[in-house]
């Protein structure tokens, strides 16, 4: 995206290195852990450094200093990140791969803000598909003259499309793949009747129907629809344990993204985990909107065991990087 981020690399006592950047979202839920300028992010790790050289840790041991350092989240998990990365274990190999949320059209704060919902994916099995779909999809909307204009997340935002020429489409183009829809908490109080959409469009999931406050909303909306379709937390939950147990209370979500930024630490971000898997969650392993090439996102959810990732359009060295992580690490 153009915009400054941070790097950090480690080096272990037995000489393993690694390296680990870290993105910022475009649209930051307000729960969760805050960011600072990358350049003060940079004096804090300075800072930090002297806290950990030389010293012997686990990574827990080194989160929990981590969260009670008071620098950024971007700070902490640059850390975090690169000291996991260090840690993993070469030629490992995976019994479970994730299906793949791919990013056909996007809107709100990543496009064209005429296109209120945030994210339309296309629900895929394989890399292979992922690429060839997407491929087709791009050719279709050449050929149909669409203007390709690009969103923030490697897909296409064009003008003159609104919601439902976006679903059209898709449903034109993609008759028997199911579709995932991030709507960001977009819609106002009587634009959609969620029946209706799901009626019209095969729909399997769809993420943050409300907004991050509007808790009986969220209820009334899990029991009509809870057993039909996928109803996935982001700004309700960030990846926190304790925003997760509140979804819980009564049950709105079956299942949680998963985004290591939102929380600031692996360890952290693992707990966000095992509170999700505790009570039969679905786990969506997300990048970000203002991204690196960095992959090891990719790494993360296969090492979790994913149900699903989002790494956005199959375009762009970005998001291109963690379809190709996945290549390398075994999925077909």
Request: without cysteine.
């Amino acid at each position: 995206m153009g915009n400054e981020t941070v790097e950090v690399e480690v080096k272990g006592e037995n000489g393993e290195r690694a390296a680990a950047s870290v993105p910022a979202g475009i649209s930051a839920g307000k729960y969760e852990v805050a960011n600072v300028p990358a350049t003060k992010a940079v004096s804090q790790i300075e800072n930090f450094k002297k806290e950990i050289v030389g010293r012997e840790m686990n990574q827990v041991g080194l989160d929990d200093l981590l969260v009670g350092s008071g620098m950024g989240g971007n700070a902490t998990l640059a850390i975090s990140a690169a000291v996991w990365k260090a840690g993993l274990k070469v030629g490992r190999k995976y019994n479970k791969y994730p299906k793949l949320l791919v990013l056909m059209f996007e809107g709100g704060k990543h496009g064209n803000a005429d296109i209120t919902v945030q994210e339309f994916k296309v629900i895929e099995d394989s890399v292979t598909d992922a690429v060839g779909d997407f491929r087709r999809f791009k050719d279709y909307l050449q050929d149909a003259g669409v203007k390709i204009v690009g969103g923030a997340e490697g897909a296409f935002s064009p003008t003159g499309f609104d919601n439902w020429k976006a679903l059209d489409m898709l449903r034109r183009v993609f008759p028997d793949k199911n579709i995932a829809l991030d709507v960001a908490g977009s819609f106002v109080e009587g634009e959609v009747d969620y029946g209706e959409l799901l009626r019209r469009y095969k729909i399997a999931s769809i993420e943050d129907p409300y907004s991050d406050e509007e808790w009986d909303k969220w209820a009334d909306f899990y029991a009509k629809f809870g057993k039909k379709i996928m109803i996935i937390g982001d700004d309700l939950t960030v990846t926190n344990p304790e925003r997760i147990k509140m979804a819980m209370s009564p049950k709105v979500v079956n299942a949680v993204i998963i985004k290591p930024n939102q929380n600031g630490t692996i360890s952290g971000t693992l707990e966000a985990v095992k509170v999700a898997k505790k009570n039969d969650l679905k786990l969506v392993v997300s990048h970000r909107a203002e991204e690196t090439s960095d992959d090891w996102i990719a790494d993360f959810a296969l090492e979790i065991e994913a149900d699903f990732v989002k790494f956005g359009g199959v375009e762009r060295g970005e998001r291109v990087a963690k379809y190709n992580r996945l290549r390398a690490l075994g999925m077909k």
